[in-house]
């Protein structure tokens, strides 16, 4: 599975291209010549993803039932404005203009990459984003990380944390 990992500030130029920074290069060198899907996010920001890893997500997607309603809704929503880009031979992305207008996108933008995706924010909203980091940043963690799993799937009672 792909990790990515690290905070970059970019550009775009007129054309809405913008220039990989060299630490996320690297980590992409293995998938990138497959290819990426862009899409929106589920808050307003787009999402990059390698193609193998779309892949995976849209086979999940594909076991959905389609005679739900709720389902077919959420595929629709999922799927629209994704697009399949390439990496242009000087390092470069073209960003589609419908997913730069959804994000907000005009300049300056952050890639935030973790796990196997790249978020791609316009810089204001992200900024904006992490400068609301909540008040207590240990209770949220205590509440999204209180409980693990080991490998049986038996629930792990962590200590309370004051």
């Not at 077919?72 to 589609?96: C, K």
Request: charged share 30%; glycine share 6%.
């Amino acid at each position: 599975m792909i990790r990515f990992l690290g905070e970059y500030d970019c550009k775009l130029d007129p054309k809405g291209r913008f220039m990989l920074p060299a630490g996320l290069k690297k980590q992409l060198l293995p998938v990138a010549q497959e290819g990426f899907v862009v899409n929106r996010g589920f808050e307003q920001h787009c999402v990059l993803y390698p193609v193998q890893e779309w892949e995976l997500i849209t086979t999940e997607i594909n076991k959905l039932n389609q005679y739900i309603k709720q389902n077919r809704d959420f595929v629709r929503y999922f799927y629209r404005g994704a697009t399949e880009i390439t990496m242009d031979g000087n390092g470069r992305l073209h960003l589609p203009r419908r997913i730069m207008e959804y994000a907000g996108i005009e300049k300056e933008l952050v890639l935030f990459a973790y796990l196997n995706k790249i978020e791609v924010w316009a810089k204001e909203k992200y900024d904006g984003l992490i400068s609301s980091e909540p008040d207590d940043f240990s209770r949220l963690a205590e509440d999204v990380m209180g409980k693990i799993l080991n490998k049986d799937d038996h629930d792990i009672e962590q200590p309370d944390i004051p």
